[in-house]
């Protein structure tokens, strides 16, 4: 099973295009744009500018006026799956590594429509049980999950043989793997196999200096849930994402992390270009965590008055709690209403000023 970015969720129709555009945006991957805008076809991004050039380019179109700025999609690396979990979409999250115990916390992404990974958690707790019916399990959960992303496994089991045969059918099925150093030490989860660029682990508490250069050599990103977690980790040097683990808003997490100015940029790319890399999303066509030419349409408009200079300062500490609208896969999944000009949220499949490529007539909205 693959696990490029490309897979998770379905298409629109690829004719679909639709213009937004707002003060700013921000793509975290290239400099921001003042008074920029974005052009979504389908559930693709197809182009990122200044809003006069991209009006001129698409007179017909009808542009979705945004207050604030315009971000990528947010994305929670670290979540326990859950029916009762609010719902991330409110909070700018387009994407999530979700945990989940059982198939039927494994459906709540697809329903939601987000993206990302949902990880089968595996906790078998001894290698006779395991072999009777454990990976016979497994296997059959992976093929029979109903979800329409991308699937990865939580190896979370104390049985080391385990541990390395699940690192086998991770790479036998091209799927992800997700780890807790708490139950676990990183030199353990190194000599079975589970670390790698295809892993990324949630810390609960400080690594020390040997474990974080082990993970920076095997390309396994790190994601964090508290201050206390960040120890060492905000000087650049290791690959992190944010996690939340009981739902809630990853950007307020971040804000929490923070204790030098030098952190805002390094936070902020966390919550959204390092959380792509942690499900391995970052790259290829329908990549995440960037608003970019060919990347999927996940984006977030957050109610927040930014320069090119302050952006990330801003959105990481003004911006929780005023996400005012998401987007996933250029569709919109939440909606703080009478929020944009022009714009209008009622029908999800549809987006003001959205044309059919070739209609002369723009459905502007009620």
């Given at each position: 099973?693959?696990?490029?970015?490309?897979?998770?969720?379905?298409?629109?129709?690829?004719?679909?295009?639709?213009?937004?555009?707002?003060?700013?945006?921000?793509?975290?991957a290239?400099?921001?744009?003042?008074?920029?805008a974005?052009?979504?076809?389908?559930?693709?991004?197809?182009r990122?500018?200044?809003?006069?050039?991209?009006?001129?380019a698409h007179?017909?179109?009808?542009?979705?006026?945004?207050?604030?700025?315009?971000?990528?999609?947010?994305?929670?690396?670290?979540?326990r799956?859950?029916?009762?979990?609010?719902?991330?979409?409110?909070?700018?999250?387009?994407?999530v590594?979700?945990?989940?115990a059982?198939?039927?916390?494994?459906?709540?992404?697809?329903?939601a429509?987000?993206?990302?990974?949902?990880y089968?958690?595996?906790r078998?707790?001894?290698?006779?049980?395991?072999?009777?019916?454990?990976?016979d399990?497994l296997?059959?959960?992976?093929?029979?999950?109903?979800?329409?992303?991308?699937?990865?496994?939580?190896a979370?089991?104390?049985?080391?043989?385990?541990?390395?045969?699940?690192?086998?059918?991770?790479r036998?099925f091209?799927?992800?793997?997700?780890?807790e150093p708490?139950?676990?030490p990183?030199?353990?989860?190194?000599?079975?196999?589970v670390?790698g660029?295809g892993?990324h682990?949630?810390?609960?508490g400080?690594?020390?200096?040997?474990?974080?250069?082990?993970?920076?050599?095997?390309?396994?990103v790190?994601?964090?849930?508290?201050?206390f977690?960040?120890?060492?980790?905000?000087?650049?040097?290791?690959a992190?994402?944010?996690?939340?683990?009981?739902?809630?808003?990853?950007?307020?997490?971040?804000?929490?992390?923070?204790?030098?100015?030098?952190?805002?940029?390094?936070?902020?790319?966390?919550?959204?270009?390092g959380?792509?890399?942690?499900?391995?999303?970052?790259?290829?066509?329908?990549?995440?965590?960037?608003?970019?030419?060919?990347?999927?349409a996940?984006?977030?408009?957050?109610?927040?008055e930014?320069?090119?200079?302050?952006?990330?300062?801003?959105?990481?500490?003004?911006?929780?709690?005023?996400c005012?609208a998401t987007f996933?896969?250029?569709?919109?999944?939440?909606r703080?209403d009478?929020?944009?000009?022009?714009?209008?949220a009622?029908?999800?499949?549809?987006?003001?000023?959205?044309?059919?490529?070739?209609?002369?007539?723009?459905?502007?909205?009620?």
């Amino acid at each position: 099973m693959s696990t490029r970015a490309g897979r998770v969720i379905g298409t629109r129709p690829r004719g679909i295009v639709s213009v937004h555009c707002a003060p700013l945006v921000l793509p975290v991957a290239s400099p921001p744009v003042r008074d920029g805008a974005i052009v979504v076809r389908g559930d693709r991004i197809v182009r990122v500018g200044p809003r006069a050039e991209i009006e001129a380019a698409h007179p017909l179109l009808t542009p979705v006026r945004w207050p604030g700025m315009i971000v990528p999609g947010l994305i929670d690396a670290h979540l326990r799956l859950d029916r009762a979990s609010a719902a991330p979409a409110v909070h700018g999250v387009t994407a999530v590594g979700g945990v989940a115990a059982d198939l039927d916390a494994a459906s709540t992404l697809g329903e939601a429509g987000l993206g990302g990974v949902t990880y089968l958690e595996t906790r078998c707790e001894d290698e006779d049980r395991w072999e009777d019916e454990g990976r016979d399990r497994l296997i059959t959960a992976i093929r029979e999950v109903d979800h329409p992303g991308v699937i990865g496994i939580a190896a979370h089991s104390p049985d080391p043989h385990v541990m390395e045969d699940l690192a086998v059918l991770s790479r036998t099925f091209g799927l992800r793997l997700h780890a807790e150093p708490g139950r676990h030490p990183i030199g353990f989860l190194d000599e079975v196999g589970v670390l790698g660029a295809g892993c990324h682990i949630a810390i609960s508490g400080p690594l020390d200096e040997a474990d974080r250069k082990l993970l920076e050599a095997r390309g396994t990103v790190i994601a964090i849930s508290s201050p206390f977690a960040a120890e060492g980790l905000l000087d650049g040097e290791s690959a992190i994402a944010v996690g939340t683990r009981t739902g809630g808003d990853p950007l307020s997490v971040a804000r929490a992390l923070s204790h030098a100015p030098g952190h805002d940029r390094l936070l902020v790319e966390a919550v959204t270009l390092g959380g792509a890399r942690a499900l391995g999303m970052a790259e290829g066509p329908g990549r995440l965590g960037s608003l970019d030419r060919g990347g999927r349409a996940d984006f977030a408009v957050f109610a927040v008055e930014a320069g090119e200079r302050d952006a990330y300062t801003l959105l990481l500490h003004e911006g929780p709690g005023r996400c005012v609208a998401t987007f996933v896969g250029g569709r919109p999944r939440w909606r703080l209403d009478e929020t944009a000009d022009g714009g209008d949220a009622d029908d999800a499949d549809d987006v003001g000023g959205a044309v059919n490529a070739g209609d002369a007539k723009s459905r502007r909205p009620a």
